[in-house]
């Protein structure tokens, strides 16, 4: 919104900045982070009035969680409210990646509050049924990958970019708008898995939606893209003030999730938060450096798959629990070690994706 000021601008003043990512992404930043300090005492404070008992504790999950009972869930309102708040804001709203990244971000909001409120209600663990949850998943990821397909260049249009590999496409077709599904809808429930201990999601969300903003602003600049040897992709550098926005809403709720946590994120933050990656991912056409940058979030996922795959067919468990961050849980690992590691390996992730940019 406030890019329509450079209008008003001669080229010299003060609403001349306003012309450059850069300077509207830090914008973003800062909005979303004042965003998250000013709301979310006063979110907390409803949420915990109206929850009352708050998230429900599994009764199988590990001793110490019991502890956490009566602590609020649905805190994703928070940074998405702080998220949409500085990209409307400070993005020029009519770039299409902008809006398709939001669409995103906002259903899988909308989903992950509707699974919240049924636990809250109903103070069970079992929320919206998995198969509608995955339907409508599956129904929004794939209006954004169609929507994304028609965004990009012609040349790009349903193609598959590998990294490190130079210029090298691989033509997917009809596959395409199947294969974006599948990364957004695999990215929002892995994030979704990972949300497990105070604080442990929402550091590798931020440091892969902050390796995912440089990436799209730099697949969104011609001259960038010469020189790294990358995909073109315009429009894509808008993206950078949504990773923005994301990173401060992110610092700002991180405030009250460290431990103990004051307020979850719920399934209302973590399915908007890995929705918006995989879009974040799609528009940029770097689905596979996703897969990198987020790993965590795959390993995750993989070990819920592994254990519930194997548990079928021997009866035994490879995990002593899954997810595998409730596997160290249970082998004496304190909380803060187990997510100051796995921020660690997030930060390591991040920096190997980046460096696909100049390794070709």
């Known amino acids: 919104m406030l890019y329509w000021l450079t209008l008003l601008s001669d080229g010299g003043d003060v609403f001349n900045l306003f012309r450059y990512i850069t300077f509207r992404a830090g914008g973003a930043f800062l909005t979303a982070l004042v965003f998250g300090f000013i709301f979310g005492k006063p979110l ?22 019991f502890a956490k009972a009566g602590t609020p869930t649905m805190g994703g309102l928070l940074i998405v409210g702080a998220l949409l708040t500085s990209t409307l804001l400070w993005a020029r709203l009519d770039n299409a990646f902008v809006w398709i990244v939001l669409f995103v971000t906002v259903s899988f909001a909308a989903i992950g509050f509707a699974d919240d409120y049924a636990k809250v209600s109903k103070q069970s663990s079992a929320g919206v049924p998995g198969k509608l949850r995955l339907l409508l998943g599956f129904l929004i ?3 954004a990958a169609y929507l994304a397909a028609q965004a990009h260049p012609e040349a790009l249009q349903n193609q598959l970019a590998l990294p490190v590999f130079k210029d090298t496409l691989i033509n997917l077709g009809y ?3 199947p294969f974006s599904i599948i990364v957004i809808v695999g990215s929002a429930n892995a994030v979704n898995l990972t949300d497990g201990l105070d604080g442990l999601a929402i550091m590798p969300v931020m440091i892969a939606a902050g ?13 960038f893209t010469e020189y790294l040897d990358v995909h073109y992709v315009p429009g894509t550098g808008e993206i950078l003030i949504f990773s923005a926005g994301l990173f401060g809403g992110g610092l700002g709720f991180l405030w009250y999730n460290a431990p103990p946590a004051a307020v979850f994120m719920g399934d209302t933050g ?6 918006a990656l995989g879009a974040i991912a799609v528009s940029t056409k770097h689905e596979l450096v996703l897969a990198i940058v987020g790993g965590l979030f795959v390993v995750e996922a993989l070990s819920v798959i592994i254990q519930v795959l194997y548990f079928k067919r021997t009866g035994k468990r490879v995990f002593l629990m899954a997810p595998i961050h409730h596997h160290y849980e249970k082998k004496g690992w304190a909380e803060p070690t187990i997510v100051i590691r796995f921020w660690i390996i997030s930060l390591i992730l991040a920096m190997i994706g980046l460096a696909t940019l100049k390794v070709r």
């Open 270 to 275: 973590s399915l908007a938060l890995g929705g």
């Open 44 to 65: 907390i404070s409803v949420l915990r009035r109206r929850q009352g008992k708050g998230q429900p504790i599994r009764g199988d999950g590990p001793e110490g969680h």
């Open 141 to 143: 990821a794939g209006v």
């Open 175 to 177: 596959l395409f708008i």
């Open 211 to 223: 390796t995912l903003g440089v990436i799209a602003y730099a697949v969104g600049r011609v001259d």
